[in-house]
């Protein structure tokens, strides 16, 4: 893990002062990274994934930017729930409605991430958040709840999503619209083991897990890569924003037995229990893992 005591710089974004780690990816190549030196870095099985994606600049609220963000190593975390479509309806906005597997029953989700190598340089994240409908439709197709769980595609709405990290912060807040704020959190994912702790404003815990992962399977790259599509809105206008993964190496165990989650105090726990989950029935590892984050785009969303 980085070491605390490393040295920082002072960048802007959109007017907001941050600190990134002097002489990392982003001080010295401010989203434009060369892909030919992260290649080289160990932690990094390799670049190909992203060699097809070409950066494109872009005005956004925090100034002009490169878009996508890339992500050259991660682990993710996610234990999926059942909940009551009516607890679930009452967090989130009219434009959206939940994603149900059954009458009366929809998905909220849990997540932790570990970003080791990205553009922005290393930071940690955890979200709550809830499977919605894709806007595109009113209506709810086969295909659209098949791809969901088996994490091929997911629409979603989150409602909590902590960072450890300043420019995540401002980026994701001010120029995705995220509801991000900076918050000591720590999330560690391999092979054995997988825990996170999130904490709250108190220093005490508003969430953490602890859980043995799933065994793992490991995959090409480029042959499973799965997308997710979070709306948001950015003063009066809703935008979606994709994000594609290229997963390497993952496991899934269904209606997980030695799985502990603790449920806290704090923002993240306050949006959890909100949504009365009833039950947890997938717990989803990824040990290594690749990213590519597009800002923001307009999007058309019905109304109920």
Same mark, same amino acid.
């Given at each position: 893990?980085?070491?605390?005591?490393? &040295?920082?710089?002072?960048?802007?974004?959109?007017?907001?002062?941050?600190?990134?780690?002097?002489?990392?990816?982003?001080?010295?190549?401010?989203?434009? #990274?060369?892909?030919?030196?992260?290649?080289?870095?160990?932690?990094?099985?390799? !670049?190909?994934?992203?060699?097809?994606?070409?950066? #494109?600049?872009?005005?956004?609220?925090?100034?002009?930017?490169?878009?996508?963000?890339?992500?050259?190593?991660?682990?993710?975390?996610?234990?999926?729930?059942?909940?009551?479509?009516?607890?679930?309806?009452?967090?989130?906005?009219?434009?959206?409605?939940?994603?149900?597997?059954?009458?009366?029953?929809?998905?909220?989700?849990?997540?932790?991430?570990?970003?080791?190598?990205?553009?922005?340089? %290393?930071?940690?994240?955890?979200?709550?958040?809830?499977?919605?409908?894709?806007?595109?439709?009113?209506?709810?197709?086969?295909?659209?709840?098949?791809?969901?769980?088996?994490?091929?595609?997911?629409?979603?709405?989150?409602?909590?999503?902590?960072?450890?990290?300043?420019?995540?912060?401002?980026?994701?807040?001010?120029?995705?619209?995220?509801?991000? =704020?900076?918050?000591?959190?720590?999330?560690?994912?391999?092979?054995?083991?997988?825990?996170?702790?999130?904490?709250?404003?108190?220093?005490?815990?508003?969430?953490?897990?602890?859980?043995?992962?799933?065994?793992?399977?490991?995959?090409?790259?480029?042959?499973? !890569?799965?997308?997710?599509?979070?709306?948001?809105?950015?003063?009066?206008? =809703?935008?979606?924003?994709?994000?594609?993964?290229? !997963?390497?190496?993952?496991?899934? &165990?269904?209606?997980?037995?030695?799985?502990?989650?603790?449920?806290?105090?704090?923002?993240?726990?306050?949006?959890?229990?909100?949504?009365?989950?009833?039950?947890?029935?997938? %717990?989803?590892?990824?040990?290594?893992?690749?990213?590519?984050?597009?800002?923001?785009?307009?999007?058309?969303?019905?109304?109920?």
């Amino acid at each position: 893990m980085p070491s605390t005591q490393q &040295e920082t710089v002072t960048v802007d974004l959109g007017g907001r002062t941050v600190t990134v780690p002097k002489g990392g990816l982003y001080d010295r190549y401010r989203m434009d #990274t060369d892909l030919d030196e992260v290649a080289r870095d160990p932690r990094v099985s390799g !670049v190909d994934f992203f060699r097809p994606l070409p950066k #494109t600049r872009v005005e956004s609220p925090i100034g002009a930017t490169l878009t996508p963000n890339f992500y050259y190593r991660i682990s993710t975390a996610r234990i999926t729930m059942l909940a009551r479509s009516r607890a679930i309806r009452s967090r989130l906005p009219g434009e959206l409605a939940p994603l149900e597997v059954a009458p009366g029953l929809g998905l909220v989700s849990v997540m932790f991430f570990r970003y080791d190598v990205c553009d922005i340089d %290393f930071y940690t994240e955890a979200a709550v958040g809830i499977a919605v409908k894709p806007a595109r439709h009113g209506k709810l197709g086969l295909v659209d709840l098949v791809a969901a769980l088996k994490n091929e595609h997911l629409d979603s709405y989150v409602l909590s999503l902590p960072v450890s990290t300043e420019i995540a912060q401002v980026r994701g807040h001010d120029g995705y619209g995220f509801p991000k =704020w900076v918050t000591a959190l720590d999330v560690d994912i391999d092979a054995r083991r997988t825990t996170a702790h999130v904490a709250n404003d108190h220093g005490g815990t508003d969430l953490a897990l602890s859980a043995p992962t799933p065994g793992q399977t490991a995959h090409p790259s480029g042959s499973r !890569v799965s997308a997710l599509t979070s709306y948001t809105s950015i003063g009066d206008a =809703w935008h979606s924003t994709l994000s594609q993964t290229n !997963v390497l190496s993952a496991g899934t &165990e269904l209606i997980p037995r030695k799985l502990a989650l603790r449920v806290g105090e704090g923002r993240m726990a306050d949006d959890l229990r909100s949504l009365r989950p009833v039950r947890t029935i997938q %717990f989803d590892v990824v040990t290594e893992g690749q990213l590519a984050l597009h800002m923001p785009v307009p999007t058309s969303v019905r109304g109920r």
